[in-house]
């Protein structure tokens, strides 16, 4: 017997990308997605280039730790193709064909040989392709921010070694943290297969009230559910903005960053993270 999808859904997801861009009242938007927030300097100095040549002149942060551009020209539904290829050339789009999947929001600071493998692992597997660019993977590293943030499929760091999966709002295995990229790739696989297809088919993973609990899914040896594990932390909340462990948290308001601001926060940096909580993370190993 098939899932049932419980939200019935009229149409597509319709998240915006570089190649497929939202038709906002003042122009085309764009969003970047960032694994984890990270961002290298020069990117993000080439990107505010792009935003000042074809767009409005500067770049905003989403509630996902990803970056926008507003008011590119019309040229139809797309972008225009010197305006696409500037884009491409910042490095922040390293797969046309995962643009819209590589959804990926983890605590700033988290482990970034972890956040590396998982995104090769989900731009080399074009079965993910099929992923609905809302699906959203949620990292926390164990001091517990990111608990309280709904997600797909996510993990949280326990200690050194091991690490919970989550699974929509339940809980999975713990597994060693040298398994988890290809753990989460799997469940992902998974949940491509089971949402279904056309206008219908569903974008969350509680969408789908069975999935996840059927002894027969591969690879996981059966029942995927289980309890929360003791070591895992309390929701800590959103990082408090000032200096934190690892750097300091700047607020930024929501009309984005122009160039002098690129230029004041990243002075003395090779790269910043932005956060879920629309700030960015000034690491200090680079101040």
């Known amino acids: ?16 990308g ?10 085309l938007l764009v969003r970047i997605r960032l694994i984890g927030g990270r961002v290298p300097l020069a990117s993000l ?11 409005d002149g500067r770049i905003r942060l989403t509630s996902r730790a990803n970056l926008q551009v507003r008011a590119f020209a019309r040229r139809g539904a797309a972008l225009a193709p010197e305006a696409l290829a500037a884009l491409e050339a910042t490095g922040l789009l390293p797969s046309r064909t995962h643009e819209l999947v590589r959804n990926v929001m983890a605590t700033p600071g988290f482990d970034g040989a972890m956040l590396d493998a998982l995104d090769r692992a989900l731009c080399a597997d074009p079965v993910l392709a099929g992923l609905p660019g809302r699906f959203l993977l949620v990292l926390d590293d164990g001091r517990g921010h ?5 997600c797909d499929l996510g993990v949280v760091l326990l200690g050194d070694d091991e ?3 989550r699974i929509g709002d339940r809980w999975g295995p713990v597994v060693v943290r040298a398994e988890v990229a290809d753990r989460l790739v799997g469940l992902a696989r998974d949940f491509v297969a089971a949402r279904g297809s056309g ?38 909340g959103p990082l408090p903005f000032g ?13 984005g960053l122009d160039r002098a601001a690129v230029e004041e926060l990243s002075a003395g940096a090779d790269h910043l993270v932005v956060t879920p909580w629309h700030g960015v993370l000034v690491p200090e190993e680079d101040r």
């Open 243 to 255: 200096p934190v462990p690892g750097g300091r948290h700047v607020a930024v308001s929501a009309d």
């Open 45 to 55: 100095r080439a990107l505010i280039t792009v935003a000042e040549e074809y767009a």
């Open 1 to 16: 017997m098939g899932l049932v999808v419980a939200a019935t859904r009229t149409r597509a997801d319709r998240c915006p």
């Open 146 to 150: 990111l608990l309280d943030r709904p």
């Open 163 to 165: 690490a919970q999966l």
């Open 18 to 27: 570089a190649l497929r861009p939202w038709p906002a009242p003042d122009g």
């Open 199 to 236: 206008a219908a088919a569903a974008w969350h993973v509680t969408e789908l009230p069975g999935w996840g609990r059927v002894p027969e899914s591969p690879g996981y040896g059966g029942l995927r559910h289980t309890t929360p594990d003791p070591r895992l932390p309390a929701p800590s």
